[in-house]
């Protein structure tokens, strides 16, 4: 099976030497590389978020294998949905589906589910992958969409199902937890609110995460996805976060009545 790009033309260049372009613009390649458990990155169009997902994913040493998290903004029936066995397509090439990880997150963790619907039209995993080919062109992925109906008890489930599968793996494996932060709210408004969130994921605070988002009517889309990440980073030997790059769409546009937040972070 294998899944064709949603949102190519739209959010990034549907042509590989456009978007190995724009990509190139976005990598900072002076940057200190560490071997990370997790990084946080942004899925807005690349124009307005590339250059925190550029800068975040130059900051960590990238293996071939990757644990792909993302929101998944339409309604679905499916709580946490990967994708079945085949590959994802992006104008950079294919990106096969690692099987043998995702079985041991299906037989660990009984919540996730095979859906090709749950991810059909998602952008929120689909804008991190060429990032992840220009760096790895023959990298493998397991993509799971979480819906906003999860529970924290079923969060961490799933966190600690990654982390135990991962664990169990030779090769490395980076986590990568998709989302933005706050959505059309004036720029210090941003700032103000999504520096509590990116403090908690700092702490690897996954329940502060969720219980900050809540209380402060944050509007991070992708902050389960980020709670997981941090539950499945810490089962892996994780100690800290590192805000690498923060930014909003006002930095682009030069509009700072109406925001979107946009925040790369590593976790190791």
């Known amino acids: 099976m294998r899944r064709k790009p949603a949102v190519a033309g739209y959010f990034y260049p549907s042509h590989s030497r456009e978007l190995t372009r724009m990509i190139e613009n976005y990598v900072e390649s002076d940057q200190d590389r560490i071997k990370a458990k997790a990084v946080i990155s942004p899925h807005a169009g690349y124009i307005y978020s590339g250059a925190v997902a550029g800068a ?25 949905a990967t994708y079945p066995d085949g590959s994802w397509e992006t104008p950079l090439g294919e990106l096969k589906i690692d099987s043998s990880l995702k079985k041991k997150i299906i037989d660990n963790c009984s919540l996730v589910e095979e859906s090709e ?35 924290f008890t079923q969060i961490e489930e799933l966190g600690q199902a990654i982390g135990e599968a991962v664990l169990t793996e030779k090769e490395p494996i980076l986590i990568v937890a998709s989302t933005d932060m706050s959505h059309y709210v004036p720029a210090e408004t941003a700032q103000e609110k999504d520096n509590l969130a990116i403090r908690k994921v700092e702490e690897l605070d996954a329940q502060g995460l969720i219980e900050t988002v809540r209380k402060k009517n944050i509007s991070m889309c992708g902050y389960l996805p980020t709670a997981v990440a941090i539950i499945a980073a810490k089962r892996m030997g994780a100690k800290k976060g590192e805000l690498i790059k923060y930014q909003t769409s006002g930095d682009v546009s030069g509009d700072y009545s109406e925001v979107v937040g946009y925040a790369g972070i590593r976790i190791y």
Request: aromatic share 14%.
């Open 117 to 151: 619907e749950a991810h059909a039209y998602e952008h929120s995993i689909e804008v991190q992958l060429p990032f992840i080919q220009y760096f790895c062109p023959a990298a493998s992925i397991v993509p799971i969409a979480i819906s906003y109906y999860a529970h």
């Open 56 to 80: 975040v994913f130059s900051s960590v040493k990238l293996p071939e294998r990757y644990l792909l998290l993302g929101p998944n903004h339409r309604e679905v029936p499916t709580l946490m």
